[in-house]
């Protein structure tokens, strides 16, 4: 079989195009898509709430940590939906794929909550956190290919981890906010094709694969717990002297 064929079986238009028609086939992603949104939805709704209970008065909250607030919330969904997804495949898969869900989802979740938390905290609260939260679900995803999973999970959680808050640190004063948006776009867009990868190359191709997805609440709780620890680090936690 050609290489192009063996790696993916249709093209990228017809797929999505066949996604958008054919959603009883696509039920999981579908699944996916809806629970991340409603999600997002809920702790968008309360995460107003506690600013209106807790910190209103504050008049400079919503600029230093507001859109940050946000993009903390893009970033626990969307990874978690990602993993979700994943996770709701229960077959074996090879070192190849393995190593290569956990670069990706150890990489971007690292990356993505240590620029969020650098822009807040400063530099070592970023890069401690990021580390830690990138090799925690780098490693946690990668384990499905072995020792060679599980490696490159944790390697990519040490480098996204790390990354992010010097981006935060170098952009500080340089538009940070008009590149975090285009930034957040890319690394969401990365995951969405880590679960096109997936169904490509496991779903679709991996016919006796069993979908075993968690159920919303599950979903949910993970994601709310995440949230609200982060929330309080990003408003009460230590900050170094570039940021408080």
């Not at 869900?101 to 807040?120: E, K, N, R």
């Not at 925690?136 to 599980?150: D, K, P, Q, W």
Request: net charge positive; aromatic share 14%; charged share 10%.
């Amino acid at each position: 079989m050609p290489m192009d064929q063996e790696c993916c079986s249709m093209p990228v238009s017809q797929r999505l195009k066949e996604f958008c028609t054919q959603t009883k086939k696509y039920q999981l992603e579908w699944q996916m898509l809806h629970y991340a949104g409603l999600t997002l939805l809920i702790l968008l709704a309360l995460e107003l709430a506690v600013y209106f209970v807790l910190w209103k008065n504050d008049p400079a909250f919503l600029h230093k940590r507001g859109w940050w607030i946000l993009y903390l919330l893009l970033t626990i969904v969307f990874t978690a939906g990602a993993l979700w997804h994943f996770k709701a495949h229960r077959v074996k898969v090879s070192c190849m794929h393995g190593m290569m869900i956990g670069m990706t989802l150890g990489v971007q979740s690292g990356l993505m909550l240590s620029v969020v938390i650098g822009s807040t905290n400063g530099m070592f609260m970023g890069g401690l956190l990021g580390m830690l939260f990138g090799v925690m679900i780098g490693v946690y995803a990668g384990r499905c290919g072995g020792i060679m999973g599980i490696l490159e999970g944790a390697m990519a959680g040490v480098m996204g981890g790390t990354m992010g808050p010097m981006i935060a640190l170098m952009m500080k004063n340089d538009h940070i906010l008009w590149f975090m948006p285009p930034f957040m776009v890319i690394n969401i867009l990365i995951l969405l094709g880590l679960s096109y990868m997936v169904y490509e190359e496991i779903a679709e191709k991996g016919s006796k694969a069993e979908k075993m997805p968690a159920d919303f609440w599950t979903f949910f709780s993970y994601c709310f717990i995440l949230t609200v620890t982060f929330t309080l680090i990003i408003v009460y936690g230590y900050k170094t002297a570039f940021v408080a």
